[in-house]
Structures are given as structure tokens and as C-alpha cells.
């Protein structure tokens, strides 16, 4: 097995990124910041081994942080998903940089996701900082975790940042879904003041790390 990449080492390379020139509020465009998305990708390959080696999908990829980051960790495959074709552009130049093969980008709504893979190979790795599902957008955090678990195979694994607001509602749901629900770590996630409605210069919100494990 190769030597996994200390966590500042990608950090800084994450810092190299590209992030949305024009964040569009109804898409609750924000990126994950390289500092926590290096902490998520470490934590899952050097605590779980999720990333070596393994089929990732980066769900509402953006400008592919997650992607690119499991690939630097030894991802063999990365599909980027994401409905907005500005974001996907963007990724482009930031897995150019990178002269990355691996990752592959799909524009798609999450919705239609699961009939557009239908008949190719699943996943095993979900990977994704949806949107929190505030604002006009009400249940898409959810929806997000339902896609990703079943574009997940038979073994597969989902890891996933929400409002931790809404812990108790996906403890309660894990059960129905099938999975073992974990939350790895408690955040503070300092959401930059990108949208007008915001009037200080960030915003700190709570949030969760989870790890959603299929049941067999
Ligand atoms: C919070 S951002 C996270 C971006 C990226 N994953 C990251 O970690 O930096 C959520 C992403 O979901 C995408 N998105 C929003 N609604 C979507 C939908 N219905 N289908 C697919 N992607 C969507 C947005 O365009 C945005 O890129």
C-alpha cells in the first residue's frame, strides 16, 4: 500500500483550488473549505480506508475539493456530479491543474441521478457536502443521503456533512435505510458571508460529520 499523504500536506494542496466565482444562493453554493475537507478525507482513509483504491462518487460536487482530495489519497475512480455547468467548468480547470485522469464529471440533478447510472457499476465510496437544505430548498439534504445510498454497492459507504440540527432526524431514519449511522466529529463550519442576506463577515453554523454504513 502507498504512503498516505500527511493531512497538511493535502490541506495545502486543496488550498490551491478554485472555489465558485459566482456562488448561486439557490443552489447553497459554499465550498468545503480545504482545512475541513483535508480532516474528512484523512479521517476516512486512515481511520476506515474508504478512499484507497476504492469507486468514489463526489455528490454536488462543485469545484470538486472532495473529488480531487480522494484521489490524492489513492481513490482509483472519482464520478463528480453536479447540476450547475458553471461549477463543473470550474472543476475542469481545477482537475487540470492537478492533470488528474481519474476523475470523471457528470452535469446532472441529484433527482435523476439513479436512472442516468442505471446498468453501470455502483459505488464504493459516497463522498459529499450537500446543500444543508435551508432556504427554498427544504428536504434536499435528505434526498442527497437517499441517492448516495443507492448509488452505494453492496458494502458500500457514505460520508456526509449536515446541520447538526438535524441529527436526531437521521438517527431516526437510519433504521428504515438500512445503515449504521455515525457521527465522527462535531464542526464548526464558518460559512463565508457570500450571499447579501448575511451581515457579518462569516457565519458560524454546527455541523456534523457522518458515516453511513450499509447493513448486509
Ligand atoms: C454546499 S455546495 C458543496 C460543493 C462541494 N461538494 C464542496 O464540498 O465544496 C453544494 C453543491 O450541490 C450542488 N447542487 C445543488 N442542488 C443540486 C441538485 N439538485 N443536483 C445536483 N447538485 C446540486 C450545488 O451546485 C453545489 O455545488
Redesign the pocket.
Known sequence: MAKLMKRKELEQHLQELD??SKP?IL??????RAHI?ACMLHTIESAYGDLYQKTVL?????????GIGSVLLGASYVLG????EE?LQISTFNISQFELSEINLLQ????L?PQMLEGTKKFDTVI?????GTKH?KG?DSL?LEIGLQCLNEKGVLYSLHKSSTRDYFHRKAPGWKVDARVLAELRYDLPATYKFHNKSSVDIEVDFWRFEKKN
Do not use: H, R
Open positions: 472555489g465558485f448561486k443552489l447553497e453554493q459554499y465550498e468545503t475537507a463526489d455528490l454536488g460536487c462543485g469545484c470538486s475539493v472532495l456530479v453536479d447540476i450547475d461549477a446532472a440533478d441529484v433527482k441521478l459529499m457536502n450537500p446543500p444543508f430548498n434536499l442527497f
